[in-house]
């Protein structure tokens, strides 16, 4: 839940009493059917939690189970929040006791759940729970042997990292990333899974940012999960995370480049597209030796086979991280090496039958044709210009200007060929030049 009542975000999740997640030998009971229930609305110490908390312990399961359910599970009955700091604190005492009860697996479930419903609430609840040593706890049930011990607390703990980055930093000083990342493996549940991906998305978002290599695997893993909810919940979060480190420091960035290039062949279209956009931020916002980094890492390749997707709405995407790309490599005194890669492709391109290709094409090769710093000086060339030629990309242009049946891709190409032809009319002119020189 969000600093908003009743408003969820990525940041917060708050346990659903619905859910699946449940201690093994337990049932749900439906609220209207708990039959205290006027009891719990109408005083909260009616059950001994505020006055004498070990009084709870002596109440039977089943009550214990439809109390904490009722009192955390609901939005119509998630009474906590109108609980007074004080008697939350006390409440919140009582209930860490309980993470440390290993011999009660029940009890510590119960604790789980309950902290990790609290930290999905306001801020003040967060920052109460960690002053008294929460993160600790959460830490400590990672290495529990129940699953659903260990799911609660990651889940909890993704809650309090996605509260603030004060909140993020002590998930991080307690050192807990690494246990996290060790929920990680081939026996992890698909509910493990969606939670641990949550999770990271919080850590990672915060700023400044942290050492990142640990987590490639774990991203990659949690990319390529067999998740088959519409939601995608276990790829969404993992993505985000990709890219919120793409937008970091160069540090940052190191060891990113080849989950990257995964993501990017995939076959799935979402992760493709997240993929697209998290190289656009890599180059729009990086320096030469970034570029660089990603056109010797062979992204050409890939990027030109998403171009001529089946779907329209991958093909733009993949288009403008085209553009993005030769874009990002051309701002340069000297355009980035390898660049010319683009050229080929992109020129045979320009014989599609699919219009929006054919444009993002046309786009491209301008952009390439653009003389660098280095090409103005006297004495150069446009060397780019020079293998457009050579792969028949100005006679391609020519033809589609005049004969193209689509009025938009006649405008555009019509539009570009008076500058990429005046470049290479500067080319013939420099090799004619040249040729004198030798004779």
Not at 146 to 167: F, Q, Y
Not at 342 to 366: H, T
Request: a negative charge; glycine letters at 6%; one cysteine or more.
């Amino acid at each position: 839940m969000g600093k908003k009542k009743g408003k969820k975000t990525m940041s917060k999740k708050m346990m659903d009493p619905a859910q699946e997640l449940q201690q093994p030998g337990t049932t749900y009971t439906d609220p209207e059917e708990v039959d205290f229930m006027p009891a719990v609305e109408q005083d909260f110490q009616k059950l001994g939690i505020a006055t004498d908390p070990e009084e709870f312990w002596h109440l039977p399961k089943e009550v214990r189970w439809k109390y904490i359910r009722l009192l955390f599970g609901s939005e119509r009955t998630r009474s906590i929040e109108s609980r007074p700091s004080a008697e939350l604190r006390e409440f919140f005492s009582f209930y860490a006791k309980s993470l440390f009860m290993d011999d009660c697996p029940d009890h510590q479930f119960e604790g789980a759940w309950t902290l990790a419903n609290i930290v999905s609430g306001p801020s003040e609840y967060v920052e109460l729970a960690v002053d008294l040593g929460a993160v600790t706890c959460l830490k400590r049930l990672l290495s529990s042997p129940s699953d659903d011990v260990r799911e609660l607390a990651v889940l909890a703990l993704g809650n309090i990292a996605g509260d603030s980055d004060i909140h993020r930093d002590a998930v991080l000083r307690e050192e807990a990333l690494d246990p996290l990342l060790k929920q990680l493996h081939e026996h992890a549940r698909l509910s493990m899974l969606r939670v641990l991906s949550f999770t990271l998305f919080n850590i990672f978002r915060g700023k400044p940012q942290i050492n990142v290599p640990p987590a490639f695997q774990a991203l990659n893993i949690l990319v390529f999960s067999e998740d088959t909810h519409p939601m995608l919940d276990v790829q969404i979060p993992a993505l985000c995370t990709v890219r919120k480190i793409a937008r970091g420091d160069d540090s940052q960035r190191k060891g990113l480049l080849p989950c990257l290039w995964t993501l990017l062949v995939s076959d799935n279209e979402t992760i493709q597209r997240e993929a697209c956009r998290t190289i656009s931020d890599i180059v729009t916002a990086g320096n030469e030796d970034q570029n660089q980094a990603l056109i010797r890492a062979g992204f050409i390749e890939p990027l030109i086979y998403v171009l001529t997707a089946d779907s329209d709405g991958l093909r733009k995407v993949a288009g403008q991280t085209v553009l993005d790309v030769i874009s990002g490599g051309c701002r340069f005194r000297n355009k980035v090496k390898g660049l010319e890669g683009f050229i080929k492709p992109l020129s045979d391109l320009l014989m599609s039958e699919e219009s929006v290709i054919v444009e993002f094409c046309l786009d491209g090769l301008a952009l390439l044709c653009q003389p660098s710093d280095e090409e103005k000086r006297p004495g150069a060339y446009n060397f780019f210009a020079r293998l457009i030629d050579e792969a028949l990309g100005f006679d391609r242009i020519d033809h589609l200007q005049k004969k193209s049946n689509d009025e938009n891709i006649r405008e555009k190409a019509s539009k570009i060929w008076l500058p990429m032809y005046a470049e290479a009319l500067k080319l013939y002119i420099y090799f004619e030049e040249m040729a004198d020189l030798c004779f």
